[in-house]
């Protein structure tokens, strides 16, 4: 007698099937701009006042959105994140120092050392079987990296490369290092106001605000060019297009 049950083979087939079409999880920029920057901000700078929410549960509410999108996005990955762990820490430092009642250059300290240690990290995976530029940079999101492989293989270019992606991560270390020098002279600027006040949490708003395009914009930039290099650096080694290097979406 036939059964319309799938056998264990089938099964194991549909679900490989699955996996193969589910598609990969993409961060929404705009939910992520506003979740981070315009609702933290909002809240520090407009509703900190005797009459709304007050200083100290102002500095909770806001440090809440971005710390629950962190957590969101954390466990939505499924695996562990160095990058992640460390900028959900840094929320909690920033609405633990503000609390506290800290001097503002605890603050200014805290922001510039996080990217410092990006910058720190990336030079020291430079000495491990895992260099960090192959995450950001060298990896099968951007690149066609067998072809790549293959293409520097066949050309004896295997060891130059090896160069290529060292000086890419000293480019990424200096986007961080830069990254680490505007964040502290930001928050050495804007946090003048003794803690504990409103006037404080309105320039912690600000901060907040200004980080994006103060510092982002141009350790991005550095980035840029640092994925340029390595775009210039694969053609001439492989003699590959740039289409035969790109991943095609």
Same mark, same amino acid.
Request: hydrophobic share 50%; charged share 15%.
């Given at each position: ?27 929404n ?28 549960? /102002?500095?909770?509410?806001? $440090? =809440?959105?971005? @710390?629950? &999108?962190? %957590?969101?996005?954390?466990?939505? *990955?499924?695996?562990f ?7 959900i ?72 490369f ?10 990424? /270390?200096?986007?961080?290092? $830069? =990254?680490?020098? @505007?964040? &502290?002279? %930001?928050?050495?600027?804007?946090? *003048? ?38 775009f ?18």
């Amino acid at each position: 007698m036939s059964s319309n049950n799938p056998t264990p083979d089938q099964q194991d087939n549909t679900e490989t099937a699955n996996t193969v079409a589910k598609p990969e999880r993409k961060e929404n920029m705009l939910v992520n701009i506003l979740v981070n920057i315009i609702i933290p901000t909002l809240i520090l700078s407009k509703f900190s006042g005797e009459d709304d929410l007050g200083v100290e549960l /102002a500095i909770v509410v806001a $440090l =809440s959105f971005p @710390l629950a &999108y962190g %957590l969101k996005e954390f466990f939505a *990955v499924g695996k562990f994140n160095l990058f992640s762990a460390i900028g959900i820490i840094s929320i909690m430092l920033t609405g633990g120092m503000a609390l506290l009642k800290l001097p503002p250059e605890y603050i200014a300290v805290k922001e510039a050392g996080i990217p410092a240690l990006f910058a720190i990290f990336t030079l020291i995976s430079l000495k491990t079987r895992f260099p960090l530029v192959k995450t950001f940079l060298y990896n099968d999101k951007i690149l066609q990296i067998d072809k790549v492989n293959t293409a520097l293989e066949s050309n004896n270019n295997k060891d130059n490369f090896e160069q290529v992606l060292t000086n890419a991560s000293y480019l990424i /270390a200096l986007s961080f290092v $830069l =990254s680490s020098v @505007l964040n &502290y002279i %930001l928050a050495i600027m804007i946090l *003048v106001s003794e803690p504990g006040t409103e006037a404080f949490n309105a320039e912690l708003g600000k901060m907040n605000a200004l980080s994006f395009p103060v510092i982002a914009v141009p350790a991005t930039i550095v980035m840029m060019f640092a994925l340029f290099y390595l775009f210039k650096q694969i053609k001439k080694l492989t003699q590959l297009e740039l289409e035969d290097i790109l991943k095609q979406q």
